[in-house]
């Protein structure tokens, strides 16, 4: 289905594609609430996807190009779609997680609409001109949430290229037509979803590494010597700042900061490497593996290696081990 958009439509509660997911908004439920003042140029697509598609990748549900005027607006709660939307011109407005931003051309902003959020064109521009997708599916959930752990929990980023805006033309030109898309076309277009969520991450990844240009205080590669050559012995934060002649809470997040973990993450991380490879190539008993790497007991190791990765000790000789 294809939608032309002009600048009288407003207050698109009433379209039928919404309608599972709105609700009274005193109630705190789902609901939508439109201000559709874009040009007549603009393009919004509603993507017609193949029910294995939806079942089984990630999928398109809407995709589109605005160019909008004064009044242009959103806001909206629970419903089940994430929207990835970048800024080519002018300047927009975003409220989300109770914290507001300003969107300046050549950023883009992913969010979980299922959350409240609102946006808009920003009061002092005259119009935002703005690519975006609506999209949900298999592994869409993972994706974000790496990407906001990878963000400091943000959900704006910059946009490094133009790769991106050209990926979702492609993915415009894919729903454009009223012909039925099938099943290849729905396989091109969690190529492109994937993509552009893989690109976000990059660009979180490439924003912080710019952030860290800067080298680290003498005493987290201090501190990152002393954990690996004492790994399998008692460590505590007061211990390794006493050590170094620092402040234990700037050094956990000095630590953090450059290393991606506090110190007895990366610890634990060390000791379950270790235990990995005591597992694949000798016949030590799981409890002597235990007190060998320095753990409290037994039970406290089987349940850090089953975190750190998903199997018991027993269960990862099985299948690894001589």
């Known amino acids: 289905m294809t939608k032309k958009v002009n600048q009288k439509a407003q207050n698109l509660v009433d379209f039928p594609q919404y309608q599972d997911t709105l609700a009274e908004t005193q109630t705190g439920c789902a609901f939508i609430q439109y201000n559709l003042d874009v040009t007549p140029d603009s393009q919004w697509f509603i993507a017609h996807t193949n029910p294995k598609a939806r ?115 492609k993915l415009i030109s894919f729903y454009n037509t009223n012909i039925y898309n099938d099943y290849q076309t729905d396989i091109k277009a969690a190529s492109i979803i994937t993509y552009l969520m893989t690109y976000c991450m990059e660009s979180a990844i490439h924003d912080k590494t710019m952030a860290l240009k800067k080298q680290p205080p003498k005493f987290v590669p201090q501190a990152m010597e002393y954990i690996t050559e004492h790994f399998n012995e008692r460590i505590t934060l007061d211990s390794l700042a006493e050590e170094f002649f620092v402040n234990k809470f700037y050094l956990q997040k000095q630590f953090r900061l450059y290393v991606g973990s506090t110190p007895s993450e990366f610890q634990r991380s060390m000791r379950i490497d270790k235990a990995k490879e005591l597992l694949r190539v000798t016949t030590m008993s799981i409890n002597d593996i235990s007190d060998h790497l320095g753990f409290e007991s037994v039970g406290y190791f089987i349940r850090c290696f089953k975190k750190e990765d998903g199997k018991t000790p027993l269960q990862y000789r099985r299948e690894w081990g001589i």
């Not at 599916?137 to 963000?151: A, D, V």
Request: negative net charge.
């Open 55 to 169: 079942a089984h990748l990630p999928y398109v549900q809407e995709v589109g190009e605005f160019v909008t005027g004064k009044n242009y607006m959103t806001t909206r709660q629970g419903l089940q779609s994430y929207l990835l939307k970048i800024t080519l011109d002018g300047k927009g407005y975003l409220n989300y997680d109770e914290k507001h931003y300003t969107l300046s051309p050549g950023q883009f902003f992913w969010i979980d609409c299922r959350k409240l959020n609102y946006y808009a064109i920003d009061s002092d521009t005259e119009h935002w001109n703005v690519i975006w997708m609506h999209f949900w599916g298999n592994s869409t959930h993972e994706y974000y949430e790496s990407f906001m752990e990878l963000n400091n929990n943000s959900p704006i980023g910059t946009m490094r290229n133009n790769d991106a805006v050209q990926h979702l033309r």
